[in-house]
Structure formats: structure tokens, C-alpha cells
């Protein structure tokens, strides 16, 4: 089975703009986990999807969002962005997102100048 | 709300040497405890993982036993290899209404010289 993808793996943005990641889930899986990894704040949790709806969120301000849709691929945007806001983004999966193993994809690093 | 903690690293050993990282944690109900590794550049891997009060979870030589009168989870492994060096993160899954979400230690970085 292929794992979790996600990308873009890299991206460089300025202040002020916005972004989009995307993150495939493994086949079968309907939960979609999204985390912000810094070296400051370490693994923090934004939210996750199961069958397009978010179920759960994490305390980041409304400038990040998310959606998933009907094949389980799930995207976040981040808009307006902020220099604190560069870091490592991490979309994980799981079946069915109730305490079971999730499993990582690579990650996509985003940098804002 | 529920917490995770990891002793303080970094950790610096030579090949062979026995290893302990240790993770404590606070929780509601009963959790299900994981240790995941991340090499350079990439994403987490699961290393092992317990669900439930004296479970001892196993991978690669590396264990962990949940031991819920100590609320720990700490990792060993008897003989390191260079390979190893890695980041190393306890995280715990309170399940119930926490959907997806994992909480996570802040990270051992351990580092194996030949």
C-alpha cells in the first residue's frame, strides 16, 4: 500500500499571502490529522477530518483551515500569512481516527519571508 | 488537559550502549501510548505502540511497557546502533472525543557515535 503524500514537499512564501497543502490519506483510511511542527512549539495538533467533516481543532487562530472531500484527500490553507507560521506541516492518517495508529506523511516545509 | 513529557535530551551514546528515554504522561481515562521516530528531513515513523495497562509494545529491538500505576511509557533498547540517531517522540491518543488527535513529548534527540 502506498503511504500518505503530501504536497507540495517545499514552498517559500512572503507575508501576507496565502497557501494550500494537500495530503493523500492511505487507501482505506478516512481520517485526515493535520500538525504544525516547530522547534520552539514541537508537534502541535490543527485539526482533523473524517468523512469531510472536521471533528475535532486545536487552538490556532481562524487564519487555518481545512477541508477534505468525498476521496479522502484532505487540504489546509493557511492565509494571511505570518512569519511565525513557517514551519514543518505534517498530515497523518488513520481508519477511523479513534485512537488507533496514525501514520505520517513526509511533510511539507513551509517558509514565509 | 492531557499532557506529555519526555526527559530532557539530548542523548549522546556510543554503539552498543543501553538505552533509556523516558515519558511520562496525564491523561484522562486510558489512553493508547506510541513512540514515534523522525529521521532528517522526513515525517514520523511509528515505532511502537500499547493500548492498554501492562502492554509492552516491541520493534526493532526497541520496547516499551505501559505502566499506568506510574503513568509511563519509557522506551529501551539494549544494544544502539549509529542508525539510530534520530528524534525520538512519546504521544499518547486520549480516544473518546479527542478524534485524530495525537499529543506529543517534546522530542529526545539521541545521537550514536562508533
Known amino acids: 500500500k502506498a503511504g500518505v503524500t503530501q504536497t507540495p514537499r517545499y514552498l517559500i512564501k512572503t507575508r501576507g499571502q496565502q497557501v494550500t497543502l494537500s495530503c493523500s490519506p492511505i487507501s482505506g483510511h478516512r481520517s485526515v490529522s493535520w500538525y504544525q511542527q516547530t522547534p520552539g512549539q514541537g508537534l502541535q495538533f490543527l485539526f482533523e477530518y473524517f468523512s469531510e467533516t472536521q471533528r475535532n481543532k486545536g487552538n490556532f487562530p481562524g487564519r487555518f483551515s481545512g477541508r477534505q472531500f468525498s476521496n479522502s484527500r484532505s487540504e489546509m490553507n493557511v492565509s494571511t500569512l505570518e512569519l511565525g507560521d513557517s514551519a514543518l506541516y505534517l498530515c497523518?492518517?488513520?481508519?477511523?481516527?479513534?485512537?488507533?495508529?496514525?501514520?505520517f506523511g513526509p511533510g511539507t516545509r513551509l517558509l514565509v519571508l | 488537559g492531557d499532557s506529555v513529557t519526555q526527559m530532557e535530551g539530548p542523548v549522546t551514546l556510543s554503539e552498543e550502549a543501553f538505552l533509556t528515554i523516558n515519558c511520562t504522561y496525564t491523561?484522562?481515562?486510558?489512553?493508547?501510548l506510541f513512540w514515534y521516530v523522525q529521521y532528517p528531513g522526513e515525517g514520523l515513523q511509528l515505532l511502537l505502540k500499547?493500548?492498554?495497562?501492562?502492554d509492552k509494545g516491541s520493534n526493532k529491538g526497541f520496547e516499551a511497557t505501559y505502566r499506568k500505576e506510574t503513568t509511563s511509557f519509557h522506551l529501551e533498547k539494549g544494544s544502539v546502533q549509529v542508525s539510530d540517531s534520530a528524534v525520538y517522540f512519546c504521544a499518547l491518543s486520549a480516544g473518546g472525543t479527542s478524534y485524530g488527535k495525537l499529543t506529543f513529548g517534546q522530542g529526545t534527540i539521541l545521537t550514536v557515535h562508533p
Open positions: 491523561a484522562t481515562g486510558y489512553p493508547s
Open positions: 497523518a492518517s488513520g481508519i477511523q481516527g479513534k485512537g488507533e495508529t496514525q501514520y
Open positions: 500499547a493500548t492498554k495497562a501492562d
